[in-house]
């Protein structure tokens, strides 16, 4: 009888142990596809952001090539002088 009560207790602590594991393991598939969705989230953020820089890189580019007749302004000498 001692035998049957000392193997009880071990699948009892097996099948704790085991529940243990299980739950340890849908925290961690959970915790994955929070940070998969910000992840993803982001991404999107930084492909609007680059787009927004290219964009006005291109304004800025297209600016200054239109006033190009002028010279650049660093030459130029300020109105009080």
Do not use: W
Request: net charge negative.
């Amino acid at each position: 009888m001692a035998s049957q009560s000392g193997q009880s207790s071990f699948q009892e602590r097996h099948e704790q142990r085991i529940q243990e594991l299980e739950f340890v393991v849908t925290h961690l598939q959970k915790t994955v596809e929070d940070l998969n969705t910000a992840m993803l989230l982001q991404q999107k953020t930084i492909d609007v952001l680059c787009r927004q820089l290219e964009q006005a890189k291109s304004d800025v580019r297209s600016m200054s090539g239109a006033d190009s007749s002028l010279g650049p302004l660093a030459d130029d000498k300020p109105p009080h002088y």
